[in-house]
């Protein structure tokens, strides 16, 4: 899930970047076709990757909001869980093995003498 999300936000990078140069070259084309003054097409191009960038602001701060809601378990989390169950196997392993010799003792004790 984390790689999705990761994979997901190099994507958007990649699409500002891509989306601030495809502007760039559209506001110079303007201005060669004599559509648009020097200055229109830099304020333009300047309002219009910032107005990109916040919208991409936005959409990382929800996904990070998001990402903190969701019932989504960390590395660290799983591996400290996979520590504690091979803890508990061992200790359930060594109980079971413990009451087993206990039992075979308790057997051997116990039975009749052979005649």
Do not use: N, Y
């Not at 699409?15 to 004599?34: H, I, M, N, P, S």
């Not at 830099?42 to 909001?65: A, M, P």
């Not at 969701?70 to 413990?98: F, P, S």
């Amino acid at each position: 899930m984390l790689d999705l999300l990761r994979k997901s936000f190099f994507a958007g990078l990649g699409a500002v970047v891509v989306t601030a140069d495809k502007v760039r070259d559209a506001t110079r084309k303007l201005v060669e076709e004599g559509k648009l003054s020097t200055d229109e097409a830099e304020k333009l191009t300047e309002d219009l990757v910032k107005s990109g960038q916040r919208q991409w602001d936005e959409f990382q701060s929800s996904l990070k909001k998001w990402s903190e809601s969701a019932d989504i378990a960390r590395m660290k989390d799983l591996q400290d869980l996979q520590a504690r169950v091979e803890l508990l196997e061992q200790r359930i392993k060594l109980l079971e093995d413990t009451h087993r010799v206990e039992l075979e003792e308790a057997r051997r004790c116990c039975q009749p003498a052979a005649s």
